[in-house]
């Protein structure tokens, strides 16, 4: 009997830490980004490029935070990810650039007004805290801030990778099938029923698992406090 305790509890135990640790949906336990100092509410696999985007949508201040990761098809090569105020595809696009410069990776905006127009710039809509950095599998993530409008729920995004830089001037990029659909439509907000939506979380600390996380752990610690009981009444 002793020997089917240990066991059962294991399991049990087991359980409970799956109960409580942070939600995340399938893709994202393979989707880390680097020193993992930063936290958001959503990841998702884009369907093209090998990119991914990691983002949290504030819908308090209408602000939408984002990690965009993608390889460049060269090694000295650019990637960019960029919202379209106006319609899909890349004309109209307010985009986020990386590249390295002299060794260091740098982001730049570009306003895309058309496919033989591409000027570095300010965008329509405010940017900040723009980083980027370059990993060891050979990616570069670019980390920003962006202001959204008060009433939106989708975004039209856009993103795509380069083979280089001359002049300062990004390159441009291949026209393959991959590179031509790599656009897409962004949820900020989940339709939970019928006139009603919810934005999405507000970031996890990173010494605090926030409140629903809380709730899930006190729920989980009364089950497994529950099975515990009940096995040491019967074995």
């Not at 936290?39 to 935070?65: G, I, M, Q």
């Not at 409008?149 to 393959?176: A, C, I, R, T, Y």
């Amino acid at each position: 009997m002793g020997s089917l305790f240990c066991p059962s509890l294991i399991v049990f135990f087991s359980l409970w830490l799956t109960l409580i640790s942070p939600s995340h949906s399938i893709n994202c336990s393979s989707l880390k980004l680097p020193g993992g100092i930063r936290h958001y509410s959503n990841c998702t696999e884009l369907p093209t490029l090998n990119s991914t985007l990691h983002f949290t949508y504030n819908a308090t201040n209408s602000s939408l935070f984002i990690a965009f990761s993608a390889a460049p098809s060269n090694a000295d090569g650019w990637i960019a990810w960029a919202v379209n105020p106006t319609a899909t595809g890349m004309a109209g696009s307010q985009a986020l650039l990386a590249f390295k410069n002299k060794g260091s990776m740098v982001v730049k905006t570009y306003n895309i007004s058309s496919y033989r127009s591409i000027v570095e710039g300010k965008l329509s809509f405010d940017v900040w805290d723009l980083e980027a950095e370059a990993t060891n599998d050979g990616k570069m993530v670019i980390y920003g801030s962006l202001k959204v409008g008060g009433s939106v729920e989708k975004l039209n995004q856009v993103w795509q990778v380069g083979p280089g830089v001359s002049d300062g001037h990004p390159m441009k990029h291949e026209f393959g099938k991959a590179n031509l659909g790599s656009w897409g439509e962004l949820k900020l907000v989940e339709k939970v029923s019928s006139g009603s939506s919810s934005p999405a979380p507000s970031p996890v600390p990173h010494n605090d698992s926030g409140d629903g996380s809380r709730a899930r752990e006190i729920y989980a610690g009364f089950w497994i406090l529950a099975l515990v009981s009940w096995l040491v009444s019967v074995l």
